[in-house]
Every structure is written in structure tokens, then in C-alpha cells.
């Protein structure tokens, strides 16, 4: 069963800093182009970083370019979102997923607030 959980969220006063985690199981890791999306309230959800299966290859969007860093560690099946100078903007539920050929594959979310 594939089953992809994220923690490390919470509550950060702006320009503070989290790091998010989303550990995998039931399915290959090492072979998924793998994910980070955000959903604040009342907008739809938004790509916000990518990572290839190497872990050479990263996108990010243009609003968190210079202040968030994604990165894999195969060997643990677990996927990272480094946040840095965090803004209020910032504030939304984040998931991670797994994405292949054969479909896409979400976590659950996990929540973080930026709030002084």
C-alpha cells in the first residue's frame, strides 16, 4: 500500500525557518519524480517544488526561489522541504507526492502557519 506521510509542520514567526519532511512506503521511491504542493485556504493548490529521481534535477516556483531547497534521500525513502525566510504568505497545508507513468500519489498534508 503506498503511503506517503509528511510532518514538520507548524507554527513560525515570519522570516523563521521549518524543514518538512515526507517519508514513502509501498512502492519504489528511487523510481518517482517526487513533489512538494501547497493549498491556502480558499486558493487552489500550487506546485512548489520538484525533485528528480537522482535528486540532481530541482524546479521550484518563482516565490519561493532563494528561500526553500527540496531534496531526496533514497536510502531512506523520505523527501525534504527546507524553508527559510519564511512569510505570512507562505501559510497553507503542504503535501508531498509521488509522481510516475502510472499516476500520481498524495500525503495527507501537514500544516504551516506564519504568523507573528
Known amino acids: 500500500q503506498v503511503q506517503l506521510v509528511e510532518s514538520g509542520g507548524g507554527l513560525v514567526q515570519p522570516g523563521g525557518s521549518l524543514r518538512l519532511s515526507c517519508a514513502a512506503s509501498g512502492f519504489t521511491f528511487s523510481r518517482y519524480l517526487m513533489r512538494w504542493y501547497r493549498q491556502a485556504p480558499g486558493k487552489e493548490r500550487e506546485l512548489v517544488a520538484s525533485?528528480?529521481?537522482?535528486?540532481?534535477?530541482?524546479t521550484y516556483a518563482d516565490s519561493v526561489k532563494g528561500r526553500f531547497t527540496i531534496s531526496r534521500d533514497n536510502a531512506k525513502n523520505t523527501m525534504y522541504l527546507h524553508m527559510n525566510s519564511l512569510k505570512p504568505e507562505d501559510t497553507a497545508v503542504y503535501f508531498c507526492?509521488?509522481?510516475?507513468?502510472?499516476?500520481?500519489?498524495w500525503g495527507q498534508g501537514t500544516q504551516v502557519t506564519v504568523s507573528s
Open positions: 525533485i528528480g529521481i537522482a535528486g540532481s534535477t530541482t
Open positions: 507526492s509521488a509522481v510516475n507513468a502510472m499516476g500520481i500519489h
